[in-house]
């Protein structure tokens, strides 16, 4: 049982951080360098929002009985939500508004104590990281690591972008795009954009004529955005056979006489796709992300 569930919480049962670093100076050593050690520097901080107690709760009976954790609140015999509940006693603010209650991680057990070493971290540069953030992420998401050793990726282990230039670790809410599917944790730019769009400005728009895949179902309908075996991160090898997946004219006979497939436009009858000349669809059909000019997407 912990401490706190053991007594009141009395200005008294609170000793300070100096007593602290009597029996922690591993911890006390380097703690300065930590953004936590700022609720110290103040010493504006009521005792319960003052370094070692502000996590760990009134010390009091802990000096008293000589250490052991069943006299503190320890962070390794907390259950996940209670170690979140620790955290978000100060971090509330930013938190609750990536909506980390409700976030992937956070419902597989995933929280803050995790990723994070918060008395000390190899790679200070991430925010208390327990290792790089690219490394840290590859521990459990094994699978995109492989992506990410493709001959077409983005550059993650290069270093040129990292795992938080699109995906929020601590949850995001559901976007517009992909008709609300629940998100992997994706950031969200301006306007509930795609993070695709933070970087590549130029499929932006608005569009005169949209294409409506990449309007409403998003970029990964078309590119495999960690890595493919395909030019442009495309999804198939060659570009006619992953327009043929949505303009392959099945459906229903439409008002002019034109077949859709859900409202997709089928490839026209004069484009024989046996002929080389109509198997790269973006030689003709350039602005295939949307256009101002043509409903076709030509130029």
Known sequence: MLVSAILPAF??????????????????????????FKSVASGKESPENTGCESCHGPGKAHVEARGGKATIVAFSQLAPDKVLDACLRCHSKTLSRANIRRSSHTEQDVVCSTCHSIHKSPAPKFLLAKAE???????????????????????????????????NPHGAFDPTSKMAERPHMMEQSEGNEQPCLKCHIDKRGPFVYEHGSVRVEGCDTCHSAHGSMNARLLRRPVT????????????????????????????????????????????????????????????
């Open 11 to 36: 200005a008294a049962d609170y000793v300070g951080s100096d007593v602290c670093k009597t029996c922690h100076p591993d911890v006390w050593a380097n703690f300065y360098r930590n953004p936590h």
């Open 133 to 167: 953030q690219r490394d840290l992420c590859y521990g459990c998401h094994t699978s995109v690591r492989a992506q990410f050793s493709m001959p077409f990726k983005h550059r993650v282990n290069e270093g040129t972008i990292k795992c938080t230039d699109c995906h």
């Open 240 to 299: 006619f056979t992953l327009c043929l997946e949505c303009h392959n004219g099945v459906g229903q006979q439409g008002s002019f006489g034109v077949k859709f497939n859900n409202g997709v436009q089928r490839t026209p009858s004069d484009h024989n796709m046996a002929d080389p000349r109509y198997r790269n669809c973006t030689s003709c059909h350039v602005r295939i992300h949307g256009s101002n000019t043509s409903e076709f997407f030509f130029r």
